[in-house]
């Protein structure tokens, strides 16, 4: 598993504590569930917006009862009647591809001083949406109605790898690690960690980044966790400090996770990338009885 993943957060609640902590941390994969949610809300406010890849998802459920009914919710009312989310904001969040990594990190670190002006509105939805009553009062919430500044923006100055390779240690908070092979081969049995060790210098040169992590892997892809689904794309976000080592890896848990062929691992950070490396990995032979088996 990557060795910086974090539990996931409960689904009815999720939007409200993302949106909540403080930008440096770790976000999971919550924040396609952020911008589903603020597309439901833009597509009660306007019925412009129902016409975009949120909407038509919608519209392709099984369960969903058609946008009459729709409009009839207590909550679709209230939102229209509020019109709490700018219609600069949902033209980006209805359009927006969540499937991309790279386009949804660009997105989220775009709007997130406005995602989080509106934390108000995702409460209302996260309580209403986990009491469902039956008559929904209609608060009046203060927001913004333009968006708020930008945060500083960070200016990546240069990117070094240190090495890639097999690694013993911990990684949490920060890595503590040891280098057992330089190398991009990488003979795997569980307990086998590998990755990229590289340093980010930037402008301002102090802080903590959190940057986006991609490990692209061979089929059939990694086991999904509770759900049957494979996924040859695991993504997540760990923090860096800028100016020291910062460490993106995998650590073998199970035997099925144990899949030969090319792996890649890419960092990047606003969409744009900082470093990429492909590892090949292949299974690690038992030594023969009396015999230690020797690296690459």
Known sequence: MP????????????AVLLLSAPPALPTGDM?????????????AQDPEFREGVHG???AS?????????????????????????????????TALDTGDPKKLD?????????????????????QVAQERPAVTPCPNIAV?????????????????LLWAGEY???????????????TDRIAAAVGVHFGIYFKIAADPAEG????????????????????????????????????????VGFEFEREDEILPGEWQFEVSFRGKTLIEHRFTVYRKEPAAPGQTQSGD
Not at 3 to 14: G, K, Q
Not at 168 to 182: A, S, Y
């Open 208 to 247: 903590i980044l959190t940057v986006l992590s991609t490990t692209s892997v061979p089929e059939p892809g990694l086991p999904g966790g509770s759900t049957a689904v494979r996924q040859r794309v695991v993504t997540d976000r760990p923090q860096c400090v800028l100016g020291k080592p910062c460490l």
């Open 61 to 93: 459920l099984q369960t969903f009862p058609g946008w009459a009914e729709f409009e009839r919710l207590p909550l679709s009312q209230c939102l229209r009647e509020r019109q709490w989310v700018p219609k600069s904001l949902c033209a980006s969040a």
């Open 106 to 126: 660009a997105w989220w670190q775009d709007n997130a001083n406005y995602l989080r002006s509106l934390e108000p509105v995702f409460r209302f939805y996260g």
């Open 168 to 182: 013993e240690g911990d990684v949490h908070p920060f890595p503590r690690v040891t280098l057992v092979r330089n």
């Open 3 to 14: 060795s910086s993943r974090r539990p996931r957060t409960s689904l009815a609640i999720a």
């Open 31 to 43: 924040r396609p569930l952020t911008v589903m949610i603020l597309a439901h809300m833009c597509m």
């Open 56 to 58: 038509r998802w919608v």
């Open 144 to 160: 913004q109605t333009e968006a708020p500044p930008r945060a500083p923006g960070v200016a990546i100055e240069s990117v070094d």
